[in-house]
T-cell receptor, first 114, second 113 residues
Framework: GENVEQHPSTLSVQEGDSAVIKCTYS??????FPWYKQELGKRPQLIID?????GEKKDQRIAVTLNKTAKHFSLHITETQPEDSAVYFC?????????????FGKGTRLHILP | DVKVTQSSRYLVKRTGEKVFLECVQD?????MFWYRQDPGLGLRLIYF???????EKGDIPEGYSVSREKKERFSLILESASTNQTSMYLC????????????FGPGTRLTVL
């Protein structure tokens, strides 16, 4: 089955700098990779996702890159702001197979320092 | 906007009690999921359902069961609650297969005494 490793578990970044969170996955058949942001006391929310036929996707200050050969994908946040402080979860799943499921990483707690 | 609601935000139960956690979504999503979230362990899938009356075990189904009698409602049942089931429980739904674009409920913090 799929296994997703996420690093680092905690990350502190100066406001305005960039933050990078990395995930690796084990199942080469995985083809969908979402990222969720969970603010303190709130529900996880999908912020960006990428499919395996794409190497990079960008949405304003957030970007995700995927390296299928190395089986890793990363979240990049540029020009970080205080509201970026949250826990971020990566996940991997295999689309098209009803019996398969999405597996989450353990999360990264991002602190944006003033 | 997709809305996923859970019946309670906070719940306190005693060991051995039967506990029902309800989840309702209003976007006609086929797939629904139950996770528990614990510090340092992230989100772990308990059960999911891809259709009415269908259910599949996740990674940690022991001690839990589920029910999906209607498309919009997915219930998590703790047959005999134990203290190690104290956790935050999150429900989610998605339109696509394999959890593509999941929308989460607000969570239920369950404490078992």
């Amino acid at each position: 089955g799929e296994n997703v490793e996420q690093h680092p578990s905690t990350l502190s970044v100066q406001e305005g700098d960039s933050a990078v969170i990395k995930c690796t996955y084990s199942d080469s058949a995985s083809n969908y990779f979402p990222w969720y942001k969970q603010e303190l006391g709130k529900r996880p929310q999908l912020i960006i996702d990428i499919r395996s036929n794409v190497g990079e996707k960008k949405d304003q200050r957030i970007a995700v890159t995927l390296n299928k050969t190395a089986k890793h994908f990363s979240l990049h946040i540029t020009e970080t702001q205080p509201e970026d402080s949250a826990v971020y979860f990566c996940a991997a799943s295999i689309r098209g197979d009803r019996d398969d499921k999405i597996i989450f990483g353990k999360g990264t707690r991002l602190h944006i320092l003033p | 906007d997709v809305k996923v609601t859970q019946s309670s935000r906070y719940l306190v139960k005693r060991t051995g009690e039967k506990v029902f956690l309800e989840c309702v979504q209003d976007m006609d999503h086929e797939n629904m999921f139950w996770y528990r979230q614990d510090p340092g362990l992230g989100l772990r899938l308990i059960y999911f359902s891809y259709d009415v009356k269908m259910k599949e075990k996740g990674d940690i189904p022991e001690g839990y069961s589920v029910s999906r009698e209607k498309k919009e409602r997915f219930s998590l049942i703790l047959e005999s609650a134990s203290t190690n089931q104290t956790s935050m429980y999150l429900c989610a739904s998605s339109l696509g297969l394999a959890g593509v674009g999941q929308f989460f409920g607000p969570g239920t913090r369950l404490t078992v005494l």
